[in-house]
Structures are given as structure tokens and as C-alpha cells.
């Protein structure tokens, strides 16, 4: 299949350059797409075969959910039912936004994209070409990360043409996304607000408007503990995994410096190609060659936004061997650790009393 690539600028253009993309939408087909998060790849969310070509086009196992997409909070009602006030209040605070709700769903939604759950995942971004297309459209867009299974999200259009290119109609590039991490998704379908993915909208940001909220406990836990399986179905997977090993160091970032020194210069005697994922505050600190500078602490919606393609460089690289800084004490610390303790398959050291 040829896949289509159209590029629209956000701060300029007209519902008619979306015309193609709604079509193919409307026909069953696919067309990935920005969002504020990460890129999107976009199928009809009510036809269960639209949704099986995007498993088939991830490589992705059925039995993971997608998320629909809306583009007003009226369109909850038509897809879930049982709604809880939590659900409307969420809403007003977060939305257009990063958060995905996780609600029981109405029989119209096929169990083909809930991957068989009687529940449902829905998000109302606030990307305005998103929006446009949902809007211009008229489809519920069940959408997961545009990437292949197992690789890390993509940020920018390139990313999703490497995966992507030629297993789905229609690519719009929309240059890099915003906030680059995907969605906190929130589930309000039990007793209580479980949090089953951090992202961009934390804890606190939760808390603040529905008083209490629990992290599923396999998403924060720095090891994979036995017996305790992910709530999100997709959090289980091996995901963002770079072909090198990657190793995090903890610890007062002297300490962390001198214990990667340490082993770069190892490495790299053995003559393996290695490199230190690192905040542009501590670069100077480091002896490596190949250094990727991730962003600033003191800004860390930088580091959020580098991840993914940091990840990714990584593997065109060809680096076998990764040392990253620890990323902690941070409002999105446990956004970022979460996605690099995957990529890193939990192989975390300590700096401090070696
Ligand atoms: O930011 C985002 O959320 C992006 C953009 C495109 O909106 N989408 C995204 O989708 O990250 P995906 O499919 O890569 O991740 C969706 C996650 C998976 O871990 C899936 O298991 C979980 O949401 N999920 C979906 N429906 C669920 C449900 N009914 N119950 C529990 N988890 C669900
Ligand atoms: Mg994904």
C-alpha cells in the first residue's frame, strides 16, 4: 500500500485540507496523525475492522485496547454509559487535554477496539490538527501511539514513516508534538480513581479535583514485581526498548558522573560503542564522546519532550551500550521514569555507597 504523506501547517490552514484524511477515516481506513502527546494512528472506532487493521498495522496483540478520541465532551454520553460527576469535573479541569478516562462503555463501542473489556478509553485532545480532523471527520477515533509495537512513541512525523510507511493510507505531518510523553490515563470505571499511566497531568493535578487517586501499583514499582500485573493492558508489554542496553544510575549527580565515567571508559577500551543519556546541567560532567542531551532539569517538560526521540537516535546510532541519569524529584518524574525504567527493562544501579 501507498501511504499518503500531507503536511499541514497548525497556525494556518482550512478544514478542506483535511477533506482526504476524513474520507479515508469514513472508508475504514487509517491515517496516523499529531496530537498533543504523541502521534496518533487513527482508525473509525465504531467499525471493529478499522480497529483490527490498526492491530495488524502496530504488529500490536489484540487483546490491548485503543483509546477514542472526540472532540467534545457531549460525545461521552454516545460512547459510555454510568458516567460518574468525577468523569464531568475531570473534564472541565483537563480537557482538551493529555488525560484519557478510562469509563464502562455503551454496546455501540465494539469490543474489537476495547480489546474485549466492557470498558472504554477516551480522550479529547487539545492538539488543534487533532481536533480538526475528529471534527471535520465526524468519527470516533479510536487511535493508539503511531509506532510498531515495542518501539518507543513517535513525536515527530519521521518517526511514524519509519514504522509505518507503506502499511497505512495517510500520514499528516504536523511537526513535533507538544508535551511528547502519552496521556495520563485515569480509570473511574471501579470504587475509586485508579491511575494507570502517569503522564503530563499527575497525581496532584488528579487529587486536586477528585480528592483521593491510587497509581495501579505495576506502574510506579522500580522492579517488575511477581504476581503484580499492569491494570492497563498495554502497560505490561515490553514497550520503548532501544536495541542497546540501557542502564539508569541513581544518585547526587557527582557520584552518578563519576561511577558512568568510570564505565564508559571500560567500554569504550573494549572498543563498544557507548553513550550517556544527561541533563544539559550535568553535561560538563561527563568524559563519554557521545553524549545526548535529554533537556533541563529546571524545565523538565524539555526531558518529557526528548525522551522518545532520544530513544530512537539511539538505535539509528547504532549505541550498544547506554548509561542514563536518573531523572527524579521532578514534577514529571514519574512520567519519564516510568517510560526509561521500560526502556531500560528496570536495570537501575545506585551511584551512592559503592
Ligand atoms: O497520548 C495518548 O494517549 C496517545 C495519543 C495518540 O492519544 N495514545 C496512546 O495510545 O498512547 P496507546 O494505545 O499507545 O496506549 C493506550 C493505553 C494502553 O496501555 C492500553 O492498554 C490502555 O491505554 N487502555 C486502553 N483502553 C483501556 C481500558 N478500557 N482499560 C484499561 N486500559 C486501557
Ligand atoms: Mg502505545
Redesign the pocket.
Known amino acids: 500500500m501507498e501511504t499518503k504523506i500531507i503536511k499541514i501547517n497548525r497556525d494556518n490552514f482550512t478544514d478542506d485540507e483535511f477533506s482526504e484524511a476524513a474520507a479515508i477515516l469514513k472508508k475504514g481506513g487509517l491515517v496516523a496523525f499529531p496530537?498533543e502527546?504523541?502521534?496518533?494512528?487513527g482508525g473509525n472506532g465504531l467499525d471493529p475492522s478499522a480497529s483490527m487493521k490498526i492491530y495488524a498495522a502496530k504488529g500490536?496483540p489484540s487483546d490491548?485496547?485503543?483509546?477514542i478520541?472526540i472532540s467534545d465532551v457531549k460525545d461521552l454520553e454516545a460512547l459510555c454509559t454510568d458516567i460518574p460527576d468525577t468523569a464531568y469535573r475531570l473534564a472541565d479541569a483537563f480537557w482538551p487535554g493529555?488525560m484519557?478516562m478510562?469509563l464502562k462503555?455503551r454496546p455501540e463501542v465494539p469490543r474489537e477496539t476495547?480489546?474485549g473489556?466492557d470498558?472504554?478509553?477516551i480522550?479529547l485532545?487539545s492538539d488543534i490538527i487533532?481536533r480538526t480532523l475528529i471534527r471535520v471527520s465526524g468519527v470516533y477515533i479510536a487511535?493508539?501511539?503511531?509506532?510498531s509495537s515495542g518501539r518507543p512513541?513517535p513525536t515527530k512525523a519521521e518517526h511514524v514513516i519509519e514504522d509505518l510507511s507503506g502499511k497505512i493510507d495517510m500520514i499528516i505531518d504536523g511537526g513535533s508534538c507538544d508535551i511528547g510523553?502519552?496521556?495520563s490515563?485515569i480509570?473511574l470505571?471501579g470504587d475509586k480513581p485508579m491511575i494507570?499511566?502517569p503522564?503530563f497531568i499527575t497525581k496532584e493535578d488528579f487529587e486536586r479535583v477528585v480528592g483521593s487517586a491510587e497509581y495501579d501499583r505495576a506502574v510506579i514499582s522500580k522492579t517488575p514485581e511477581k504476581g503484580v500485573v499492569?491494570?492497563?493492558?498495554?502497560?505490561k508489554y515490553r514497550h520503548y526498548a532501544p536495541k542497546g542496553q540501557i542502564t539508569i544510575v541513581e544518585g547526587e549527580s557527582h557520584a552518578v558522573a563519576d561511577l558512568i565515567n568510570g564505565e564508559t571508559r571500560k567500554v569504550t577500551a573494549e572498543g563498544t560503542k557507548c553513550a550517556v543519556i544527561v541533563s544539559e546541567e550535568n553535561r560538563s560532567l561527563y568524559e563519554c564522546e557521545r553524549l545526548y542531551t535529554i533537556g533541563k532539569r529546571v524545565d523538565d517538560k524539555t526531558i518529557a519532550h526528548h525522551l522518545f526521540d532520544v530513544l530512537r537516535q539511539l538505535d539509528e546510532d547504532g549505541v550498544e551500550v547506554i548509561y542514563s541519569e536518573s531523572f527524579d524529584n521532578l514534577r514529571l518524574s514519574e512520567a519519564i521514569m516510568n517510560r526509561l525504567r521500560k526502556a531500560a527493562g528496570y536495570k537501575i544501579i545506585n551511584a551512592e555507597g559503592r
Not at 499492569?230 to 502497560?235: T, V
Open positions: 496530537t502527546t504523541v502521534y496518533g494512528l500490536r490491548n485496547p485503543l483509546i478520541h493529555p484519557t478510562i462503555k476495547t480489546g473489556l470498558t472504554v478509553a480522550r485532545p487533532a487511535a493508539p501511539s503511531a509506532n512513541s510523553l502519552e496521556s490515563i480509570d470505571s494507570l499511566r503522564g499492569a491494570k492497563a493492558p498495554g502497560m
